[in-house]
T-cell receptor, first 113, second 115 residues
Framework: GENVEQHPSTLSVQEGDSAVIKCTYSDSASNYFPWYKQELGKRPQLIIDIRSNVGEKKDQRIAVTLNKTAKHFSLHITETQPEDSAVYFCAATSNFGNEKLTFGTGTRLTIIP | DTGVSQDPRHKITKRGQNVTFRCDPISEHNRLYWYRQTLGQGPEFLTYFQNEAQLEKSRLLSDRFSAERPKGSFSTLEIQRTEQGDSAMYLC?????????????FGQGTRLTVV
């Protein structure tokens, strides 16, 4: 089955700086890679996703890159703000999202004002 | 609220007791998933349904766990003879099938504490 590894487990950045979170996956059949943000005591919420037919996707301050050959994908947050502080999870699945998600272990991002 | 709802939000039970959780997905979503999340970990897949059919069940899932989705709408997850290791957040998610948008929407979860 799929295995997703995520690094780092914790990350602190100064407000306004960029944050990068990296994930690797094992199953070459995986073709859909969502990122979820989970604030304390709240539900995970999708912030961005990418399918294997593209290498990069951007939505305002958030971008995701995918390297299918190396089986890794990354989340980039630019111009970080205090409200970006949360736990971020990467995930991978096949069938373009119509299957179960395999999650990474999460990154606790803290934005220092 | 048109999102995924779960009930109860919190459950404290004594070891050995049975518990049942309920999930109401977004109404037009065919797929319904159950995940378990422990502190400091990502959600771990338990089982999922397409309409009323249970399509997959994790090999890690003990036979003390059972899930149903009798009419293809709400789902229940029952844990029999609870153990302390069952303490976790149980998350439900739903998604539409096929199409371009396959985003899984999560509920706020049921936090189970077994004492």
């Amino acid at each position: 089955g799929e295995n997703v590894e995520q690094h780092p487990s914790t990350l602190s950045v100064q407000e306004g700086d960029s944050a990068v979170i990296k994930c690797t996956y094992s199953d070459s059949a995986s073709n859909y890679f969502p990122w979820y943000k989970q604030e304390l005591g709240k539900r995970p919420q999708l912030i961005i996703d990418i399918r294997s037919n593209v290498g990069e996707k951007k939505d305002q301050r958030i971008a995701v890159t995918l390297n299918k050959t190396a089986k890794h994908f990354s989340l980039h947050i630019t111009e970080t703000q205090p409200e970006d502080s949360a736990v971020y999870f990467c995930a991978a699945t096949s069938n373009f999202g119509n299957e179960k998600l395999t999650f990474g272990t999460g990154t606790r991002l803290t934005i220092i004002p | 609220d048109t999102g995924v709802s779960q009930d109860p939000r919190h459950k404290i039970t004594k070891r050995g007791q049975n518990v049942t959780f309920r999930c109401d997905p977004i109404s037009e979503h065919n797929r319904l998933y159950w995940y378990r999340q422990t502190l400091g970990q990502g959600p771990e897949f338990l089982t999922y349904f397409q309409n009323e059919a249970q399509l997959e069940k994790s090999r890690l899932l003990s036979d003390r766990f059972s899930a149903e989705r009798p009419k293809g709408s709400f789902s229940t997850l029952e844990i029999q003879r609870t153990e302390q290791g069952d303490s976790a957040m149980y998350l439900c998610a739903s998604s539409p099938i096929q199409g371009i948008n396959t985003e899984a929407f999560f509920g706020q979860g049921t936090r189970l504490t077994v004492v």
